[in-house]
């Protein structure tokens, strides 16, 4: 039987997380700084292990769904990943240009699977894990994140209880992203949770 279990990042699996961040970023989605594509601008595994190893806040914020029983054919345990971001922890200039977080919300950063993970229900245990995170260890009144046109988990996000506060159509979106998906635009969803 295949058990999932989340848990948070620990340096036995920072490559894995690494990979499937790069993958997700890699995957034709749209363009760094707007002038290149995601693929060109990948996190090194040096680079990856030292930011985490330097901020065990940033650790906790990342949450892991592993695969107990068996690697899979790749020899990889980690199927999906969630990076979290509090209001009150700073942020870099790029983030806050995509969205600044405020004090009373959890903001997921981001949420892949594995393309061979995917259809399994990861994503939704993620989710859980996410919402467990910001109600019972950081106290905050909502989850929210973004999402652009075209993706296809949205439908999951809505499923979940999130629902579209508003459109982004910044140029400061485009900036960061391109167009990923094909299509112009993203939405903000929040989930309140009181």
Aim: proline share 2%; hydrophobic share 35%; aromatic share 10%.
């Amino acid at each position: 039987m295949n058990t999932i279990r989340i848990q948070t990042l620990t340096e036995d699996y920072f490559e894995e997380a690494r990979e499937i961040e790069n993958d997700f970023l890699a995957d034709g989605k749209g363009f760094c700084f707007g002038c290149c594509p995601y693929s060109w601008c990948l996190m090194p595994q040096a680079g990856f292990a030292s930011m985490h190893r330097r901020d065990e806040d940033k650790c906790s914020r990342y949450g892991l769904a592993i695969k107990d029983d068996e690697q899979d054919q790749n020899g990889c345990n980690v199927l999906g990943i969630i990076k979290l971001r509090l209001g009150t922890t700073p942020s870099n200039w790029m983030q806050n240009t995509m969205y600044k977080v405020t004090n009373d919300e959890l903001y997921i950063d981001l949420l892949a699977v594995r393309l061979e993970a995917r259809g399994r229900g990861i994503g939704r245990q993620l989710l859980e894990w996410a919402e467990n995170q910001a109600r019972n260890v950081y106290g905050v009144a909502k989850l929210t994140l973004g999402v652009t046109k075209g993706n296809r988990a949205k439908n999951l996000y809505t499923r979940f209880g999130f629902v579209q506060v508003k459109s982004h159509h910044a140029y400061s979106l485009v900036w960061g992203v391109g167009m990923p998906n094909g299509r112009f635009g993203a939405s903000i969803m929040e989930k309140m949770l009181t």
